[in-house]
């Protein structure tokens, strides 16, 4: 069974700093795919970035970008330039190729707080 | 938001009561779950419906029962809830098969007294 592991359960980060949340994760599965997902507060859940597996290239969407270390099982989110609106929570999530199903296993999120 | 779009909101309900939750999305997809969502703890994956055929069962009590009549539509029957089925529940789609990204809805926030 997979498993991502968040470890900081909250972060704060002043208005245009730059700020990195960790993710870990374990599988044996070689070809698979990471997200994050940012949930603001009493707001959708929306998806920030996507990673896959067999990708070497670090995913970036606009001021998002992801240090995805394959041997290590890391898949870091840093986000440049933290604005307002950036607070929220950030869940990693994990999903292998299974064919038919394309499951999602989550962390437990980390609260990022922005400071103005 | 997203294109998938979820009702009501917020429900109340005693532990008697009989209510039911509705997602509908808009992206063309194939492929739905639900999910709960409860404080301090990682989404719990419910269901997962692949062209209107449940896939995936992940051990939920049987006071929860999913019916998805077509690939736009998924619902949640609830029926003698215990407080401790509290939670946000959130519906996602996404194109069956593969890897393909989830897009969720709002959720319903759910509080069973």
């Known amino acids: 069974a997979q498993t991502v592991t968040q470890s900081q359960p909250e972060m704060s980060v002043q208005e245009a700093e730059t700020v990195t949340l960790s993710c870990t994760y374990d599988?044996?599965?070689?070809?698979?795919?990471l997200f994050w997902y940012k949930q603001p507060p009493s707001r959708q859940m929306i998806l920030v970035i996507r990673?896959?597996?067999?990708?070497?290239q670090n995913a970036t969407e606009n001021r998002f970008s992801v240090n995805f270390q394959k041997a290590a099982k890391s898949f870091s989110l840093k986000i440049s330039d933290s604005q307002l609106g950036d607070t929220a929570m950030y869940f990693c999530?994990?999903?292998?190729?299974?064919?038919?199903?394309?499951?999602?296993?989550f962390g437990k999120g980390i609260t990022l707080s922005v400071r103005p | 938001e997203t294109g998938v779009t979820q009702t009501p909101r917020h429900l109340v309900m005693g532990m008697t009561n009989k209510k039911s939750l509705k997602c509908e999305q808009h992206?063309?997809?194939?492929?739905m779950y639900w999910y709960k969502q409860s404080a301090k703890k990682p989404l719990e994956l419910m269901f997962v419906y692949n062209f209107k055929e449940q896939t995936e069962n992940n051990s939920v009590p049987s006071r929860f029962s999913p019916e998805c009549p077509n690939s736009s539509h998924l619902f949640l029957h609830l029926h003698t809830l215990q407080p401790e089925d509290s939670a946000l529940y959130l519906c996602?789609?996404?194109?069956?098969?593969?890897?393909?990204?989830?897009?969720f809805g709002p959720g319903t926030r759910l509080l069973v007294l």
């Open positions: 599988t044996s599965e070689n070809n698979y795919y």
């Open positions: 992206l063309g997809h194939n492929a």
């Open positions: 990673q896959e597996a067999y990708k070497q």
């Open positions: 999530a994990f999903m292998k190729d299974t064919g038919a199903n394309s499951k999602l296993t």
């Open positions: 996602a789609s996404s194109l069956a098969g593969g890897l393909s990204a989830q897009y």
